[in-house]
């Protein structure tokens, strides 16, 4: 490519026309083994995201992200804020897989599992391709007078749109507030819920204006982890690439001389749901969707030419042949991610289903007891983190120590709640030697121990 269309490339906006106003995508709808394989792709995805939030596993959702009360579930295993250190870790690790994986593999995600592609190609897309027809007529009937059929048809476009768009703000809602508090939102009267009511309107509305109007505006401007793609991805990464020595010098005429294999349709321009050029080369705009791999598989097999004009491939693979190699950055990035994924595997699988602190009540010194021993008061705090009641109580591992509730005790946590009880512990003053002792306090649920505790006794003598 010369300078000059080098630099007309690099300096224009895909989706923005010379006059700065919105260039309208009307792709045509791609055709190929690829765009199949995403379609069944699609398929998965659907079912998966309209029926995890239904899935309980021992009480508890599948996945839920309930911000409002910082409680998060990943595969019925409730996080509680006093999980922290989990979640903070399991972010850096998914934004670090996120960089190994875009080093590597480019946008794959964005084109093959993304859920604002998944949802504008593989549903919006085909149901407004369904009601006005291709890419070409949909442009020729928008550029001409409207005629009462056509009015008609954007009509049932849009309520169709509006319809699945309140469908995907209810299953995003019950992502964070869970399915029972969906259903009662729905069931009960509008009075009770004006806040689940709105944040309902209100994502339906977001829903419908992004796949109706913004688009692929999302991809191109919005999105944050296409703007750092530009970062991340370097000259060994597989993307969506045009092989330009094969392909140039462009040609329509298939005899002439010293023609390179592209025929210049523009067929990968006209399915990019992003109206870009890939021959120009790696863009931001590109979310590797791989439709215009099948568009020009479907071109040269009507020339007779070898397919896989447009592939995945690195720039290194198609300058110089050489394959994918595992660079120093990548392997360093990887052995990160290893070390942090068994951090987290750790702290999971030693993660206990109460979480309790215990601390001696402030204010409070030693107590001198008639029968000869000395006890201190102590408070706990503890949360069940199943989605269960459970049976609890307390009990201490050295057989000279003695526990002595107070007050309101508990002998059950209800799920997913936070409770306190106080308590002495009292202990034979024949027995202290020091100061201060450090005594463990293990928290049962029925005769199985959840998870022991310290406390710090104190005594004068």
């Known amino acids: 490519m010369s300078e000059s269309k080098q630099a007309d490339f690099r300096s224009l906006h895909s989706t923005v026309d010379s006059k700065g106003k919105r260039n309208w995508v009307h792709a045509l709808q791609p055709k190929g083994k690829l765009y199949q394989y995403r379609t069944y792709l699609s398929y998965v995805y659907v079912v998966l995201f309209f029926s995890m939030p239904f899935i309980r596993i021992d009480g508890n959702p599948l996945f839920q992200f309930n911000i409002p009360q910082g409680e998060f579930t ?15 870790l399991g972010m850096i690790i998914f934004m670090l897989f996120i960089v190994i994986f875009t080093l590597i593999y480019g946008r794959f995600f964005c084109g093959w599992v993304c859920p604002q592609t998944i949802f504008m190609e593989m549903i919006f897309r085909k149901i407004e391709y369904f009601i006005e027809g291709d890419g070409n007529k949909q442009k020729i009937n928008n550029g001409k007078k409207w005629t009462t059929e ?63 109007f913004v688009r692929e505006i999302v991809c191109t401007v919005i999105c944050p982890y296409g703007r750092i793609q530009g970062v991340l991805l370097d000259k060994n990464s597989i993307v969506v690439a045009y092989d330009y020595l094969r392909g140039e010098p462009r040609n329509k005429k298939k005899a002439t001389e010293g023609a390179g294999d592209c025929i210049d349709c523009g067929m990968c321009v006209n399915v990019c749901p992003t109206n870009i050029d890939i021959r120009n080369g790696t863009q931001l705009e590109c979310v590797n969707c791989t439709a215009c791999i099948d568009a020009c598989n479907m071109m040269m097999k009507k020339v007779n030419k070898p397919e896989n004009l447009i592939t995945f491939a690195s720039e290194n693979q198609i300058a110089s042949g050489k394959k994918f190699e595992f660079t120093y950055r990548i392997k360093a990035y990887s052995g990160v991610l290893v070390i942090l994924m068994v951090l987290l595997g750790v702290l999971i699988v030693t993660r206990t289903t109460f979480d309790a602190t215990i601390l001696r009540v402030p204010g409070q010194g030693m107590q001198e007891n008639k029968d000869g021993t000395i006890s201190n008061l102590f408070r706990i705090k503890v949360t069940n ?31 997913r709640q936070l409770a306190e009880e106080t308590f002495f512990i009292k202990v034979d003053s024949n027995k202290i030697k020091n100061r201060k002792e450090e005594y463990e306090i293990k928290l049962l649920s029925g005769d199985k121990v959840i998870t022991t505790k310290k406390a710090i006794f104190i005594s004068d003598l």
């Open 385 to 415: 983190k199943s989605n269960r009641d459970l049976p609890y109580r307390l009990v201490a591992t050295d057989p000279d120590v003695q526990i002595e509730r107070i007050g309101q005790t508990l002998d059950t946590l209800k799920g």
């Open 74 to 88: 990943f595969f019925g295993s409730l996080f509680t804020p006093q999980d922290f250190i989990m979640f903070g």
């Open 150 to 212: 056509l009015y008609v048809r954007k009509t049932i476009k849009h309520i169709v749109f509006l319809v699945l768009s309140f469908a995907i703000s209810n299953t995003f809602l019950a992502y964070i507030i869970g399915t029972e508090q969906l259903f009662k939102i729905i069931t009960d009267p509008l009075s009770e819920h004006i806040g689940g009511f709105i944040g309902i309107i209100f994502f339906t509305l977001v829903f419908y204006t992004v796949y109706a």
